[in-house]
């Protein structure tokens, strides 16, 4: 069985939602362990309070430490000015030691997002992200053009070769539409056949 991780950062919730579908899709054919988890929030409790984010999620907080236990790794995380999330980077600025180790030399990576706007930022954090992967030797997994979602232009909708992604709209009112999160599940099933095929 190969071991897949689900890690993301979620402030208002779309990103938990995709990951959720990544989850699905990845554990979708039973060959896979999948684990869902999310990286430390570093707001402060009220902060977060007072702008209606997200406490008490479901998910267990990951420790840096464990990613190298994991065949694949699929990161979801909101834009931030067109890059990933502060939290999300803090989190990958504590790999050191598995850098250094080579820890993830050769397994999976994927990223998901989510941005507020139509072109507020999916492709530019998903490429940029790749660059952190990079550097840990990873092996990068978009979203292939045989999904069929991908194709299309009837309605807006986030997700890209590059990978799953929703829109939040302005005030975050816009949930993940069925096609972004049939995407997504996209994502999860061609990462965790490409983890099969590497790890069986
Ligand atoms: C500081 C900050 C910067 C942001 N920068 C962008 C941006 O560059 N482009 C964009 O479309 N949305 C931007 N957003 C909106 C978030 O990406 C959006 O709230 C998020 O995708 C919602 O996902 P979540 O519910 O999982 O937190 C920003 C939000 C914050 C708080």
Not at 69 to 91: K, L, V
Not at 151 to 163: H, L
Request: hydrophobic share 40%; with cysteine.
């Amino acid at each position: 069985m190969a071991k897949i991780l689900v890690l993301f950062y979620s402030t208002w919730g779309h990103v938990q939602t995709l990951a959720e579908e990544v989850a699905f899709g990845a554990g979708e054919r039973g060959e896979s362990e999948v684990f869902v988890k999310r990286v430390p929030e570093t707001m402060a409790e009220e902060t977060l309070v007072r702008i209606g984010g997200l406490v008490n999620s479901p998910y267990d907080v990951a420790s840096p430490g464990e990613l190298s236990e994991y065949d694949a790794i699929i990161f979801g995380t909101p834009t931030r000015f067109g890059n990933m999330s502060s939290q999300m980077r803090t989190f990958l600025d504590q790999t050191g030691e598995i850098w250094s180790n080579g820890g993830l030399i050769g397994k999976i990576g994927s990223v998901f997002v989510s941005t507020a706007s139509q072109h507020g930022g999916h492709e530019t954090t998903i490429i940029s992200f790749h660059t952190t992967l990079l550097h840990h030797g990873m092996l990068i997994a978009g979203v292939p053009y045989s999904c069929p979602e991908l194709s299309g232009a009837s309605e807006v909708t986030g997700g890209s070769p590059y990978g799953a992604g929703t829109i939040a709209g302005g005030d975050g009112a816009r949930l993940p539409s069925a096609r972004e999160r049939a995407i997504a599940r996209f994502q999860g099933q061609h990462v965790a056949s490409l983890a099969v095929r590497l790890f069986g």
